[in-house]
């Protein structure tokens, strides 16, 4: 397996700090709730944050890896260290990864770039959103569904449980959908279907381009 080096969050280092979100918490309405989305950040991805920081208070050693090479490293950490980092460094990086592929522009289209590589993996868009909608819905608890390049630079989809992070399998991930209830349980109780239908309207596939180009890069 081909080794991975950072591409993505290279400028995330110890200690880490809450990203801000690039839009206002109600930005997303009516798709994704103002109530959940502050819950979300401010509660859920700074504990991640806070329990990440906690760890490496006590393993100086790693303080100077980036949060990817902590992810990419994973299975080479102490095992203390490697239980935090695969669920709170993996918090961090899927929940920073999260905010950033969303838009206020509503309903936006795959780039060029983006498209051809959908067609080339999946046949078609449609395809595509079919088999993403099928491991959305499918992770049993807690988990996430990603666009990864795998090491042969094709597009795939993959389920992750917790929040174990796809860098930590030798996938490079492009964009990811956060399952867990506490990101929809507000405002749609158990209806996990209806918040990844939401989910689609938010994707910023411009900034999913970005992140395939650095991803491609390396
Ligand atoms: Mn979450």
Redesign the pocket.
């Known amino acids: 397996m081909k080794k991975l080096t950072p591409y993505l969050f290279t400028q995330l280092k110890y200690p880490y700090t809450l990203p801000p979100l690039p839009y206002v918490y109600e930005a997303l309405e009516p798709h994704f709730d103002k109530a959940t989305m502050v819950v979300?950040h401010q509660k859920?991805?700074q504990a991640y944050i806070d329990n990440l920081n906690k760890a490496l208070e006590t393993n100086s050693q790693y303080q100077a890896y980036t949060i990817e090479e902590l992810l990419i490293s994973l299975s080479t950490l102490p095992t203390d260290l490697k239980a935090v980092v695969q669920n709170h460094g993996g918090?961090h990086y899927?929940?920073s990864l999260?905010w950033q592929t969303l838009t206020t522009k509503f309903d936006q289209q795959p780039t060029t770039v983006i498209a051809h590589k959908i067609d080339e993996a999946f046949g078609s868009f449609e395809k595509f959103k079919e088999a993403f909608d099928k491991a959305a819905r499918t992770v049993f608890g807690s988990g996430w569904a990603w666009l990864c390049l795998d090491q042969k630079d094709k597009f795939v989809i993959i389920p992750t449980p917790n929040q174990d992070n796809p860098l930590s399998q030798g996938l490079r991930p492009l964009l990811g959908l956060?399952v867990?209830e506490?990101?929809y349980y507000l405002k749609f109780q158990n209806r996990r279907v209806d918040y990844i239908d939401a989910w689609w309207h938010l994707i910023n596939w411009q900034e999913v381009e970005t992140v395939y180009i650095k991803a491609s890069a390396i």
């Open positions: 979300h859920h991805h918090g899927n929940h999260f956060d867990w506490h990101a």
